[in-house]
């Protein structure tokens, strides 16, 4: 069942009440008319509420319309741009997280589905599913600096038998204009739009998908930016650039004035597998980059000069940095990057692994606004809802950092945030127990008690907790290990049978 929210005058949160209305006031040049206005805002709202499933009759029960009509009517019929409102969450993106060493992170993400009527959907592979699936496709462009990881952009992928298919086009209500576009194509246009409006971008990364596709790392190289882009295993480099000659002309041949051609007897290109296991004097560093939930997160990291194999022919040069498991070394990835000689291993690494940022932001975006709930077939629908996800989620993002996390909680109507596993104080026994003279003597430990190591979890040298009071019992109580001890000392002691 969903839960209606509450409304923030009844609620002790006037900063986060301000601070949401200042956002919505935002993006209100790009309504119309003051009613789907305001049921953007109850939508928002919803998006971040307790809201099971985020269609349209339950957002309708939390926001305490009698019937889905106005939801609906934001989505399909009533007129504001999607594309206006995300031009105005690039600016706010820009203000809360902007940094000349910003990063841009590309992937793609999968909305599973039935049926063959929402637009774009059909069976092809997603990382959600880790299968092939029947599922539309969104390619995304996240931004990652030290304070922080929003969602940027958005493309929903159109396979080509989609863009082929003027019937199903035609119901979808996709574009005239638009036509099949390949994910580093989509990757490219999100790209450009976000330079174009100003976004500080010093650095682009992504997965094989993008990396693989030279356009695309050129696109990025003649912007004046700087990439570390996976590719796969197979990616032909030379590690010392090959000496070049002129196809000899014949009269019916077909190469033109001008053609190059490697001298004859170079060494063939190499995969960027074969560089690495044949390499044996590669000097392996050992970096921590990111850290996890158990603590920091540690790969072996390598980066050799090499030159890019294009069409048979030498490319630009190119730093190869590879990454090696520490607990399976014959698990590697490989990545290409433009970055200057003198760029530290440790930064090309950093960048590398921040591509876990845009995977956080998709749990985050699924999990905490619902972005994989909706209920939409057509085309202008689908980024409507996508682009409100990603309001509500860059909204959340700010706020999280500044304002108390339990008139958060009180705000969006969920339960407040407990601490991380991590950080809850150690049980604790007390100091002393009470004696049935009433004396105070000291705690003896049972014997059978595992020691701890120092500075393990649940060790006073590894968590913060309170003295004045033991763990777990109530203010002026004696805890209840305590309590038990004193039942065993006042029952007296059974005499055998005889």
């Known amino acids: 069942m969903s839960a209606t929210l ?36 109850k939508y928002l709202r919803a998006l971040m509420g307790p809201v099971e499933r985020r269609n349209g009759w339950q957002i309708a029960e939390a926001v305490g319309d009698t019937r889905p009509g106005p939801t609906q009517r934001l989505l399909h019929e ?92 035609e119901k979808a209500k996709v574009p005239r204009q638009v036509r099949f576009q390949s994910k580093p194509s989509l990757a490219r246009t999100m790209l450009a739009r976000a330079w174009d409006a100003g976004v500080p971008m010093r650095w682009v990364t992504g997965d094989e998908v993008y990396g693989h596709d030279p356009t695309l790392r050129d696109f990025v190289a003649t912007n004046d930016r700087l990439f570390v882009l996976a590719v796969r295993c197979n990616t032909r480099v030379w590690t010392t650039r090959p000496t070049l000659e002129p196809v000899p002309r014949k009269r019916k041949g077909r190469a033109g004035p001008g053609a190059m051609r490697v001298v004859g007897g170079t060494p063939p290109a190499l995969s960027v ?32 000069r090499v030159v890019e194999c294009r069409s048979r022919l030498p490319g630009p040069d190119r730093w ?107 049980p604790r026994v ?30 006073a040298s590894a968590t913060v907790r309170d003295d004045s009071e033991p763990a777990g019992s109530e203010r002026g109580l004696p805890s209840v290990p305590a309590v038990e001890r004193e039942k065993k000392r006042r029952i007296p002691a059974r005499a055998p049978r005889a």
Request: with cysteine; proline share 8%.
């Open 320 to 426: 190869l940095l590879v990454r090696r498991s520490v607990s399976n070394p014959l698990e590697l990835a490989y990545y290409l990057s433009n970055a200057p000689l003198d760029t530290p291993l440790l930064q090309l690494a950093r960048v590398a692994s921040s591509r876990y940022t845009i995977e956080q932001c998709f749990g985050e975006a699924k999990g905490d606004v619902g972005m994989d709930h909706y209920e939409v077939r057509q085309w202008p629908s689908w980024y409507r809802h996508i682009t409100l996800c990603m309001m509500a989620l860059a909204w959340l993002t700010v706020v999280r950092g500044s304002v108390d996390q339990a008139l958060l909680a009180a705000f969006r109507g969920v339960a407040t945030p407990k601490p991380e596993p991590s950080l809850l104080p150690a």
């Open 6 to 41: 509450v409304r923030g005058d009844d609620l002790d949160c006037d900063p986060i009440f301000a601070s949401f209305t200042a956002f919505h006031q935002r993006f209100a040049g790009i309504f119309s008319r003051p009613e789907p206005r305001s049921q953007a805002g």
């Open 273 to 304: 597998d074969a560089v690495m296991t044949r390499g044996g004097s590669t000097a392996w560093h050992r970096l921590v980059t990111q850290f996890g939930e158990k603590g920091p997160i540690e790969h072996d990291w390598a980066a050799v």
């Open 430 to 459: 007390p100091a002393t127990e009470l004696e049935a003279d009433g004396e105070l003597a000291p705690h003896t430990p049972p014997p059978e008690a595992a020691p701890r190591v120092p500075g393990s979890p649940g060790t």
């Open 78 to 169: 009533a007129v504001w741009s999607a594309d206006e409102a995300g031009n105005r969450l690039r600016d706010y993106v820009i203000e809360h997280f902007g940094n000349p060493e910003g990063i841009g992170v590309l992937d793609e993400t999968g909305f599973l589905k039935k049926g063959t009527e929402s637009v774009g959907v059909g069976r092809q592979y997603t990382g959600t599913a880790g299968k092939v699936e029947n599922c539309q496709l969104g390619v995304f462009l996240s931004y990652a600096c030290p304070t922080g990881h929003v969602l940027l952009e958005r493309e929903i992928y159109l396979p080509k038998a989609w863009a082929d298919d003027e019937e199903r086009r």
